[in-house]
């Protein structure tokens, strides 16, 4: 049992990852102050002056983790993990934290954030490939500062970008909430909707027709559509995040695969949706980063209900380069402790763990994406 368990752990440590959905790492230096906000994802203001990003699940894994990529001890003070960090450029971070991450593919949200490595430069950094996944939300902002008929100019965007890109990505939870009408508008709500948002400079989409537009061309584009689920920050009204808000409009899909992002604290109603659709996936990215040493029971929670073929790997790792680096980590140490619980328990066989390793971390986006095939 000894060394079917230890064979076990080699494999989730050393398998090759592909990142389904990420973003860039920070390009430019900033202050402890910078660093620490990045460690709370939910509050959208400079964290309180006695409040500190290191005391957090996130902040201890950085500390356990990170430092030793530093060349620190695990568990080292939030002082001395400073000192050590500012030592280095962002870039050089990167170069540090990102290939070892272990991942071979990156899809790249390339919607938000200044001052971050593109698709490019991630690639550059990282030694992995890169691969666009557009923002609709970003579209729908360019058609609208484009002239001319908005559902027109939203529509060749979308299909020039889209040419390029492997997946579309909505921040529906984000704008409107799933709760609510997504059929498709008629052209004559569009039109009129989109006049009323040039009028008032086409900036930040929250008007629902538009967004309900949005998600149904991305449909015609058949390329993956990703929605974030779940938590995120504050921004986000939570319990509009639920994905069963989304039946109606996932019995109306198709084929197109929609992938729900994060799903925290929604993990096992995304779970369910993924067995009831052929066409649904999910993964637990970002929630994986700030649940830290409780990763374990939240992928076990992902095994519950959803089938193995329809789990994806991601870390959703956006400014600091730890991020990106951590949620390979995390997800290998506690994807690791639950499947030994499950050989140890005579559960599972020692070969169909691995099998289902290799399922979540790069078989399963292989097929979605349809990305080349590699020796993994």
Known sequence: MASDLSALAQHVGEVALIDQHVHGCWLTAGDRRRFENALNEANTEPLA????????????????HCGPILGLPKHIDPQSYWDRRRQFSEAELARLFLPAAGVSDWLIDTGIGEGIADALELSALSGGCTHEVIRLEQVAEQAAQAPGDYASAFKEILHRRGAAAVATKSIL????????????????????????????GGVRLCDRVLLRFGLHQALRLGKPLQFHVGFGDR??????????????????????????LHC?????????????????YLDGGL????????????????????PFRKILYSSDGFGPAELHFLGATLWRNGL?????????????????AIRVV?????????????????TY
């Open 336 to 352: 690791h402790r639950v499947l030994r619980g499950f050989v140890e328990d005579g559960d599972w066989s020692e070969a169909d």
């Open 49 to 64: 002056e006695f409040d500190s990003g290191f005391d957090s699940q996130l902040g201890f894994a950085v500390r356990t």
């Open 173 to 200: 939870a984000y704008r409107a909430g799933f709760d609510g009408d997504l059929t498709e508008p008629s052209a004559s709500q569009v039109a009129e909707a989109a006049s009323r948002w040039r009028d008032t």
């Open 358 to 374: 290799d399922l979540v971390a790069h078989d399963n986006a292989v097929r979605v994406y349809r990305l080349a095939e590699k």
């Open 264 to 280: 925290y604290p929604y993990e096992r109603e995304a779970g369910y949706l993924a067995q009831a659709f052929n066409n649904v």
């Open 235 to 260: 921004d986000c009204d939570l319990h509009k995040g639920n994905p069963l808000y989304l039946l109606d409009f996932l019995r109306r899909s198709g084929d197109t695969p929609i992938v729900l």
């Open 287 to 306: 929630s994986v980063n700030y649940l830290g040493a409780r990763t374990p029971a939240f992928i076990a929670r992902l095994l519950e209900l959803a």
